[in-house]
């Protein structure tokens, strides 16, 4: 039988591309709550808002490439531990083949028992987001970029009637110069009281509607499932402005071409031959698509304040599923608020004007966010920030609290930001983020503001 690895799960999952909540590509703004619709100012700006593109602050041409990962662990990450440890089939290989009666396999499948009830009675998955962008700001009226989001998403699915240790034994015996077998079934209790045997008769029964080996290796229905949707989208932006009422209003709009993989599979515990990877290359389907990103700044003259509104995907964007339905990105709204409080301080909140369904794991969220930019020198910058999903009931994740720092010549600058959760979980007994989320970011510029 294949035990589980952690490892091997976390190596599928990003190697596959996959799944998706709407990512925020923009490294200035990540530090800042992934506030930046009405402040933003890097190459990557038009993917929050492509009015910023016209900028009246921010006139010089510039490129910028970034890579980053995001990990957000909902009840699995113990659990699935769990289960690696107690080395999920060689246990059921040492259960059936009658060398349960120790301490070892005792104390390893009652941890695979405490971890099966732990994924049965709670929603868990462990998701994966890295990002990618590469953007090119030309002047103050063109951006074109390449954003490539990934969302790897993996679930545990547990049969919760099936959870006992019951096992066919398939016995052979010779009769009138024949061979013949029976199959036999013995059910396993790593809670015997001491002085009694831990194996006590059972029968087919018994074995189909209450095993955990029937559920894992016949009916398959307790597996680790792996699912999602990646997405590269290669926008063109225009913007321009004109003055009305004390005020430059930047409009932009950006086209771009998408293409999406959505794919699927299962893991099996205890299948040798099974790939997971050829099958995710099996169940994989691709698509071609075109999104519409708008978005408005207004800027009035001489207050430090500016205002913003910007949608993506305003013409709902569907993809393909192996299963025939469809995956739609829906249309996110944002309206943000800006303010200079002086020449080294810029402070802004973002609010998200829709309420958006993750697919994947059925996560509602719409996000309020804000932050803080010091900049008291050309080469260097220090952001911090928060941001609190306020869609989701239970508050699972808390605060996530952001961060940055940007520093280098204007032709070669570097920016890395972070973003960690308030609330924790935990693995092997230690308390791990929830949610964590870190991007680097190169930068060249050219040109004066």
């Known amino acids: 039988m294949k035990n589980l690895k ?5 190596t599928v999952l990003a190697s596959s591309l996959f799944g998706l909540q709407e990512q925020n590509l923009d490294y200035i703004s990540m530090s800042m709550g992934d506030a930046g619709v009405a402040s933003s100012y890097g190459s990557m700006s038009a993917y929050l808002n492509p009015a910023l593109v016209n900028n009246k602050d921010n006139k010089r041409t510039e490129i910028g490439i970034s890579a980053g990962i995001g990990i957000q662990e909902h009840e699995l990450g113990d659990p699935l531990y769990q289960l690696d440890e107690a080395e999920v089939g060689d246990t059921l290989d040492k259960i059936a083949e009658g060398e349960g009666d120790n301490e070892e396999t005792e104390y390893n499948a009652n941890q695979i028992t405490d ?6 009675q709670k929603e868990n998955y462990l998701m994966l987001s890295p990002t990618f962008g590469l953007s090119f700001k030309i002047g103050r009226h063109w951006s074109l970029g390449v954003y490539a989001m990934v969302n790897a998403k993996a679930k545990a699915v547990i049969d919760s009637q099936r959870l006992d240790y019951i096992s066919k034994v398939t016995k052979t015996f010779e009769a009138n110069g024949k061979t013949y077998e029976v199959d036999t079934y013995v059910k396993y209790d790593p809670n015997a009281p001491e002085g009694t045997s831990d194996y006590s008769e059972s029968d087919e029964e018994t074995y189909k509607t209450t095993s955990i080996e029937y559920a894992m290796e016949d009916l398959k229905s307790t597996y680790i499932e792996v699912k999602g949707i990646s997405i590269t989208e290669i926008p063109l932006t225009y913007a321009n402005n004109f003055e009305a009422l004390g005020s430059v209003i930047n409009w932009g709009i950006s086209a771009k071409y998408m293409v999406g993989s959505t794919t699927s599979t299962q893991i099996l515990f205890t299948d040798d031959d099974y790939d997971p990877a050829d099958k995710l290359d099996e169940n994989t389907v691709d698509t071609t698509t075109f999104g519409v990103d708008a978005g408005i700044l207004i800027q009035p003259k001489d207050s430090g304040f500016k205002f913003a509104i910007a949608g993506k995907n305003l013409n709902t964007p569907e993809f393909d599923v192996i299963d025939g339905s469809t995956y739609e990105l829906e249309p996110k709204i944002t309206a943000g608020i800006a303010y200079s409080a002086t020449d080294m301080i810029d402070i802004t909140i973002d609010y998200d004007l829709t309420e958006l369904t993750d697919e994947l794991t059925n996560q509602k969220y719409q996000y309020v966010g804000g932050g803080i930019n010091f900049h008291p020198l ?11 999903n306020i869609a989701d ?13 940007s520093f280098g010549l204007k032709w070669l600058q570097v920016d890395a930001a972070v973003q960690v959760s308030e609330n924790s979980g935990n693995y092997d007994g230690n308390e791990i983020p929830r949610y964590v989320k870190a991007n680097i970011a190169l930068v060249s510029k050219w040109g004066d503001n």
Do not use: E, P
């Open 378 to 388: 050309t080469w260097f910058s220090l952001r911090a920030g928060a941001k609190q």
């Open 6 to 10: 952690i490892l091997a799960l976390s």
């Open 115 to 120: 971890a099966l009830n732990k994924l049965a």
């Open 393 to 405: 009931d239970d508050n699972y994740n808390g605060t996530i609290y952001t961060a940055g720092v």
